[in-house]
């Protein structure tokens, strides 16, 4: 199985902004919901946000508002946009079908400095 690849991770200052991308091969993209989640030093992994196939988008309370998951199947790829960023958003991001159906990737680092 091929792993995603996560992209647009790198430093921010709080209040500042990034914006995340997400190549996913090996599946029919367009039928599958995908998430994006993330794991902060000595801390589980957690779910951010998904978007399902129709484009409905959930949040988790730590990020609504502030973060926008969106999806582009023409290019088999998924976003989230971080806005507002705070210090406790730092964490490496991964992107996954909304059931963690794909072998994880590397991931992509975030550093939000106070």
């Known amino acids: 199985q091929v792993q995603p690849v996560e992209s647009g991770g790198g430093f921010a200052q709080a209040g500042g902004s990034l914006r995340l991308s997400c190549r996913v091969s090996?599946?029919?993209?367009?039928?599958?919901?995908m998430s994006w989640f993330r794991q902060a030093p000595g801390k589980q992994r957690e779910l951010v946000a998904t978007?399902?196939?129709?484009?409905?988008?959930t949040y988790a309370d730590s990020v609504k508002g502030r973060f926008t998951i969106s999806r582009d199947n023409t290019k088999n790829t998924v976003y989230l946009q971080m806005n507002t960023l705070k210090p406790e958003d730092t964490a490496v991001y991964y992107c996954?079908?909304?059931?963690?159906?794909?072998?994880w990737g590397r991931g992509t680092q975030v550093t939000v400095s106070s």
């Open positions: 978007i399902s196939s129709g484009g409905s988008t």
């Open positions: 996954n079908t909304a059931v963690r159906s794909k072998p």
């Open positions: 090996g599946i029919i993209f367009s039928i599958n919901a």
